[in-house]
């Protein structure tokens, strides 16, 4: 079982940044797959970014280039740092651990993300 915890969530103004940060315990974290996913209102959940347990990542298109994923295996931790934020990146953000080897798969609470002036 992996017990997943984000913060970092908050109101930002356009362009600026935000640190999200996912605290899992419970588990070998270095061994799964953690990803960041997010859901507008009336919208579905979808990939924002993803980092292998061998530092693979992928990022989805549309923040390619101003989110940077990051994980810290000593701290059980993964992080999203978003940058020159848009209020199309309002959502709500989800961590998720990923084994879907041994058919285990986590989900965060979620931590809102408001970008708006």
């Known amino acids: 079982q992996v017990q997943l915890v984000e913060s970092g969530g908050g109101l930002v103004q356009p362009g600026g940044s935000l640190r999200l940060s996912c605290a899992a315990s419970?588990?070998?974290?270095?061994?799964?797959?953690m990803g960041w996913y997010r859901q507008a209102p009336g919208k579905q959940r979808e990939l924002v970014a993803r980092?292998?347990?061998?530092?693979?990542?992928n990022y989805a298109d549309s923040v390619k280039g101003r989110f940077t994923i990051s994980r810290d295996n000593a701290k059980n931790t993964v992080y999203l740092q978003m940058n020159s934020l848009k209020p199309e990146d309002t959502a709500v953000y989800y961590c998720?651990?990923?084994?879907?080897?041994?058919?285990?798969?986590?989900w965060g609470q979620g931590t809102q993300v408001t970008v708006s002036s």
């Open positions: 980092i292998f347990s061998g530092g693979m990542i």
């Open positions: 998720n651990a990923d084994q879907s080897i041994y058919g285990r798969n986590y």
């Open positions: 419970g588990s070998i974290f270095s061994s799964y797959l």
